[in-house]
């Protein structure tokens, strides 16, 4: 054989190399049948969800710290000995119950000595009077003694405020810390004995982008989760405070809100997520987060027609959250989207449809 008759033949085999690619690449790799007709594609196993109509908003989440709507120390005013503990820790108690005696022999004995004293300028005042009346006795003895009197009472009352002093009470209803005092314990003014707290109400500060505000009001509802807890420690508040000055550090703006605590589930401290809702789309047709999916074009989803089949259908998506999107346009409530399985289908491709969690790496 001649090298030109050699290199002939070896045209022609390349010729036909590449007319076997230019096919496979136009048959999508698909296997063919008998005859050369290509084989039936095989169906994808997919799971699915309907598209419905439900609420959905548009929501900004920050975190903070809860703080109780009211807390003091109890301290006693001035020096002295602690003489009785009159609660236990932890304990809930109501406005105005005693919790603490301080010893208060000095400042009783001293109630005393103001009480004997204002009796007896009393009586002398009233029989000034009475010989005044008679003309025995001036004017000015009588303003003397009405002066007298009136002293007398004011330091009766000021002796008898200071011993109640050393019964300290509850200023407010609320729950008990743990005391640092012991009976017997000799306390300086100011020195702590336990702290109360109103846990009926708690209170969140946190921070929110600036371009929030146009879109919050005080009492808008607040969302308030405590991370890792789920549903169950999740509680509704209310916006109660917009600080009216934005840091020009952060671009952010303060807010406060309020928030229940009927059961005391809540504690201060407690580290929280915030959600505010700037846009609630009460009836909106809404898929499954998993279903879009996005490319140049824009979304799209896989939506399965009465005979099995997944169409290719571009949407415009509205306000989404962590598991729906707001579909405005491309699909009509009852559509069928595929929620797993998308990434291995072409527009036209035959489907199996699974329920959910079962397996679908295979086809059938």
């Given at each position: 054989?001649?090298?030109?008759?050699?290199?002939?033949?070896?045209?022609?085999?390349?010729?036909?190399?590449?007319?076997?690619?230019?096919?496979?690449?136009?048959?999508?790799?698909?296997?063919?049948?008998?005859?050369?007709?290509?084989?039936?594609?095989?169906?994808?196993?997919?799971?699915?969800?309907?598209?419905?109509?439900?609420?959905?908003?548009?929501?900004?989440?920050?975190?903070?710290?809860?703080?109780?709507?009211?807390?003091?120390?109890?301290?006693?005013?001035?020096?002295?000995?602690?003489?009785?503990?009159?609660?236990?820790d932890g304990q809930q108690v109501a406005a105005g119950t005693p919790l603490v005696v301080i010893n208060n022999r000095i400042a009783a004995a001293q109630v005393q000595a103001s009480r004997a004293?204002?009796?007896?300028?009393?009586?002398?005042?009233?029989?000034?009077?009475?010989?005044?009346?008679?003309?025995?006795?001036?004017?000015?003895?009588?303003?003397?003694?009405?002066?007298?009197?009136?002293?007398?009472?004011?330091?009766?009352?000021?002796?008898?405020?200071?011993?109640?002093?050393?019964?300290?009470?509850?200023?407010?209803?609320?729950?008990?810390?743990?005391?640092?005092?012991?009976?017997?314990?000799?306390?300086?003014?100011?020195?702590?004995?336990?702290?109360?707290?109103?846990?009926?109400?708690?209170?969140?500060?946190?921070?929110?982008?600036?371009?929030?505000?146009?879109?919050?009001?005080?009492?808008?509802?607040?969302?308030?989760t405590i991370p890792g807890a789920g549903k169950s420690l999740a509680v509704e508040g209310e916006l109660s405070f917009i600080d009216p000055a934005v840091s020009t550090d952060t671009r952010s703006?303060?807010?406060?809100?309020?928030?229940?605590?009927p059961r005391r589930r809540l504690h201060p401290g407690l580290f929280v997520r915030v959600s505010l809702d700037l846009a609630v789309h009460p009836h909106a047709l809404v898929v499954p987060a998993?279903?879009?999916?996005?490319?140049?074009?824009?979304?799209?989803?896989?939506?399965?027609?009465?005979?099995?089949?997944?169409?290719?259908?571009?949407?415009?998506?509205?306000?989404?959250?962590?598991?729906?999107?707001?579909?405005?346009?491309?699909?009509?409530?009852?559509?069928?989207?595929?929620?797993?399985?998308?990434?291995?289908?072409?527009?036209?491709?035959?489907?199996?449809?699974?329920?959910?969690?079962?397996?679908?790496?295979?086809?059938?």
């Amino acid at each position: 054989m001649t090298r030109k008759s050699k290199a002939g033949i070896w045209v022609i085999l390349a010729v036909a190399l590449g007319a076997g690619l230019v096919y496979e690449h136009h048959s999508g790799g698909r296997s063919s049948g008998p005859a050369g007709m290509p084989a039936a594609i095989a169906a994808v196993a997919v799971e699915i969800a309907p598209v419905r109509h439900a609420a959905i908003a548009d929501s900004v989440t920050s975190y903070g710290n809860l703080v109780a709507r009211r807390s003091v120390n109890i301290v006693p005013e001035g020096p002295g000995q602690v003489e009785e503990i009159l609660f236990a820790d932890g304990q809930q108690v109501a406005a105005g119950t005693p919790l603490v005696v301080i010893n208060n022999r000095i400042a009783a004995a001293q109630v005393q000595a103001s009480r004997a004293q204002a009796a007896a300028d009393v009586q002398n005042l009233r029989r000034t009077q009475s010989l005044e009346q008679q003309g025995l006795d001036s004017t000015y003895s009588l303003e003397q003694a009405q002066s007298r009197a009136a002293v007398s009472q004011a330091n009766l009352m000021i002796d008898q405020q200071k011993l109640q002093s050393f019964t300290l009470r509850a200023p407010f209803a609320g729950t008990l810390g743990t005391r640092v005092v012991d009976v017997g314990a000799f306390l300086n003014g100011g020195d702590k004995i336990v702290r109360l707290d109103d846990t009926s109400e708690l209170q969140i500060e946190f921070r929110m982008p600036s371009s929030v505000i146009p879109h919050v009001a005080e009492g808008i509802p607040v969302h308030v989760t405590i991370p890792g807890a789920g549903k169950s420690l999740a509680v509704e508040g209310e916006l109660s405070f917009i600080d009216p000055a934005v840091s020009t550090d952060t671009r952010s703006v303060l807010l406060r809100a309020v928030v229940p605590n009927p059961r005391r589930r809540l504690h201060p401290g407690l580290f929280v997520r915030v959600s505010l809702d700037l846009a609630v789309h009460p009836h909106a047709l809404v898929v499954p987060a998993e279903a879009v999916m996005r490319d140049i074009g824009g979304a799209y989803v896989y939506v399965v027609d009465g005979n099995g089949i997944a169409r290719r259908r571009v949407i415009e998506t509205g306000l989404s959250n962590d598991r729906l999107v707001e579909a405005t346009s491309g699909l009509e409530a009852g559509d069928r989207v595929v929620t797993v399985g998308q990434f291995r289908l072409q527009d036209g491709d035959p489907v199996k449809i699974v329920a959910a969690g079962a397996p679908v790496n295979g086809s059938s």
